[in-house]
């Protein structure tokens, strides 16, 4: 099967927002305006931002609401956060992670399929696992060959786990980490057993960080504001 040619965005923003436990303590009028503006805000006319919504409410002490947001510039991403954060219960949030990349194919993946465009493509999955990752110095001095042939025996497990998808973006030189990498999947399992098999590789003794991970649970906007009270 020849893979469809996709329209990737340049850039994207993964936002984890903290929410002041105070706002619960307003009134339910003054909480469900605050919502629908804030969710008006998220639906901007126009669309120069798309949105993904996830929520970690009770599952992270730093964060209640994660967006996985893709633009076409910087400027545009925030422009749309400076609304997000003083529309409504945007202005009782915080910006607890913030992680930025540019979305450029891959040194290492001649052909990417669908599996390895996870959050541009397809239906979402029940489960996001996203996290900033750097490699060691180490690792740039070894030889292209060398680097491609230990990214090859990670790419081919990946493969053997097709119930988990991927998306990479580059953030070296425009934030601290050197990438952004997601995962979708149905099955956290499954994605359990991947990141075991793929920490059991030569290539893993070059990863210099790889946290924090955040693990969210995919909700479309209204089911989202709906479980921050």
């Given at each position: 099967?020849?893979?469809?040619?996709v329209n990737i965005p340049d850039v994207v923003q993964v936002l984890a927002l903290q929410l002041d436990s105070t706002w619960?303590?307003?009134?339910?009028?003054?909480?469900e305006e605050d919502l629908e503006i804030f969710r008006r805000a998220v639906l901007q006319p126009g669309g120069a931002v798309r949105t993904l919504t996830y929520t970690t409410v009770g599952l992270r002490a730093d964060?209640?609401?994660?967006?996985?947001?893709?633009?076409?510039s910087l400027e545009a991403l925030e422009e749309s956060a400076s609304r997000?954060?003083?529309?409504?219960?945007?202005?009782s949030m915080r910006v607890a992670h913030s992680f930025l990349g540019l979305l450029r194919p891959s040194r290492y993946v001649k052909r990417p399929s669908s599996q390895e465009q996870a959050l541009v493509t397809g239906d979402r999955a029940a489960y996001l696992i996203v996290y900033p990752f750097t490699k060691t110095h180490d690792w740039y001095?070894?030889?292209?060959?060398?680097?491609?042939?230990?990214?090859n025996e990670h790419i081919r497990i990946g493969h053997d786990f097709t119930q988990v998808r991927q998306l990479l973006a580059h953030s070296t030189g425009?934030?601290?980490?050197?990438?952004?990498v997601a995962y979708e999947t149905d099955?956290?399992?499954?994605?359990?057993?991947?990141?075991?098999?793929?920490?059991?590789?030569?290539?893993?003794?070059?990863?210099l960080r790889d946290e924090p991970i955040l693990t969210a649970i995919y909700r479309p906007l209204p089911d989202a504001l709906r479980l921050l009270g």
């Open positions: 099967m020849v893979e469809q040619a619960r303590r307003l009134s339910d009028a003054q909480r964060a209640d609401l994660i967006l996985v947001r893709f633009a076409g997000l954060l003083s529309a409504g219960v945007g202005r001095q070894l030889s292209r060959e060398a680097r491609q042939a230990m990214m425009v934030d601290d980490q050197e990438f952004i099955d956290l399992a499954a994605f359990q057993d991947l990141v075991t098999a793929l920490r059991e590789t030569e290539a893993r003794r070059y990863t």
